[in-house]
């Protein structure tokens, strides 16, 4: 069983930034994929970046340049650095563990861009 616990949402002005952590309760970290998603109001589930156990990423389109997606497999933890912070990327942000056919999801925590 993988418990994943997200932290460090909150209420930013535009053009700010926020940093969400992701700390996983599982035995092998370093082995799984680990990404960040996030959901607006009335919209579908959306990759926003993506880590590899080997340590490649890929970003959303959205996000390139602004967000920054890191891990730390002592801590078992996932990073997600954003900078430039916009009111389109207000929204819950998740953070899910994969590995083959597996996936495992946290909570969500709520990021909300405005003045």
């Known amino acids: 069983q993988v418990q994943l616990v997200e932290s460090g949402g909150g209420l930013v002005q535009p053009g700010g930034s926020l940093r969400l952590s992701c700390a996983a309760s599982?035995?092998?970290?370093?082995?799984?994929?680990m990404g960040w998603y996030r959901q607006a109001p009335g919209k579908q589930r959306e990759l926003v970046a993506r880590i590899t156990s080997g340590g490649s990423t890929n970003y959303a389109d959205s996000v390139t340049g602004r967000f920054t997606i890191s891990r730390d497999n002592a801590k078992k933890t996932v990073y997600l650095d954003m900078n430039s912070l916009k009111p389109e990327d207000t929204a819950v942000y998740y953070c899910?563990?994969?590995?083959?056919?597996?996936?495992?999801w946290g909570q969500g925590t709520q990021v909300t861009v405005s003045s």
């Open positions: 899910k563990a994969e590995l083959t056919s597996l996936g495992y």
């Open positions: 599982v035995s092998i970290f370093r082995i799984y994929t």
